[in-house]
């Protein structure tokens, strides 16, 4: 595994190296991320991963300074999960000028859910992302589904702009009580951490009630958030929407997805199940 700091490295040893998978990370990795990695080789013969915290998708207030950065194990994981490339920039690589030029997501996709809560955050994603595969040039990415709303946006930003590359979505992994893994998981106390497996759970629920025929979704959505709130969450939202693109199912609609988003202690945490 070779790791390059720079961006005229990486493209001068990707030169007549195949078919490319990519795997765009911001580090701190976990079996999820290694997963996608492992996944990645079905679909290429030659795999990159990137490591990078890309600052334009963080908020004022979220936790940009403080989020992992935990380098040599990173490289540890990418490097059994069998990644051949590792591209790790630091921000005077990826940003040599301040940003000026933004890909902007669609509002109607980018501005609910998570763009409600998070403002900006995938104007920050698409751009990165943009950049990312003008510099990698893959013909296929790997995103998780576990960010739902993050490979919808990429998936469709891919379409629109006809960007010759394959947007492979990987299945959420869990721990065995549930629990969706993610990077953030780290900040639980051991009572949230305790507690955590109940949005999978209450996901399950709401799953289960529009699988049995329930499409009063508003009334639905309410209760799951009610019992949430109830045992010290503090719920942002629980949405059944459509898979395509998020917006809000008619009665007859099939193809739906569950997601949340909430605060347990000073952690938010999201996690989806399709219906």
């Known amino acids: 595994m070779k790791i390059h700091p720079t961006i005229a490295g990486l493209r001068a040893a990707l030169q007549g190296g195949g078919r490319i998978a990519f795997v765009p990370t911001m580090g701190n990795l976990h079996d999820g991320h290694a997963s996608l990695m492992r996944q990645a080789r079905a679909h290429g013969n030659c795999v990159v991963a990137s490591l990078f915290v890309n600052r334009l998708q963080f908020g004022p207030n979220e936790d940009f300074d403080r989020y992992p950065r935990t380098f040599e194990a990173d490289c540890a994981t990418m490097e059994q999960a069998g990644v051949d490339h590792v591209f790790a920039p630091d921000e005077g690589e990826l940003y040599p000028e301040p940003q000026r030029y933004f890909v902007l997501p669609d509002p109607a996709q980018a501005d609910i859910l998570e763009g409600e809560f998070r403002p900006g955050f995938f104007r920050g994603v698409a751009t990165v992302v943009a950049k990312l595969f003008n510099i990698v040039q893959p013909q296929v990415a790997l995103f998780g589904r576990k960010d739902y709303q993050q490979f919808m946006v990429v998936r469709n930003m891919v379409r629109e702009l006809a960007l010759p590359i394959d947007i492979v ?6 721990d065995r009580d549930g629990l969706a893994l993610s990077s953030r998981n780290a900040y639980l106390s051991a009572s949230d951490r305790a507690e955590a497996p109940r949005l999978f759970r209450v996901l399950g629920e709401v799953r289960q009630a529009v699988l049995s025929g329930r499409r009063d979704y508003a009334t639905v959505e309410a209760g799951a958030m009610d019992t ?20 809000l199912p008619a009665a007859h609609d099939s193809g739906l997805v569950v997601l949340a988003a909430g605060f347990l202690g000073n952690t938010r945490l999201i996690d989806n199940l399709e219906v």
């Open 228 to 247: 949430l709130n109830a045992h010290g969450w503090r719920t942002q939202y629980v949405a059944v929407r459509k898979k395509l693109d998020l917006q």
């Open 169 to 174: 979505a990987g299945e959420t992994v869990r």
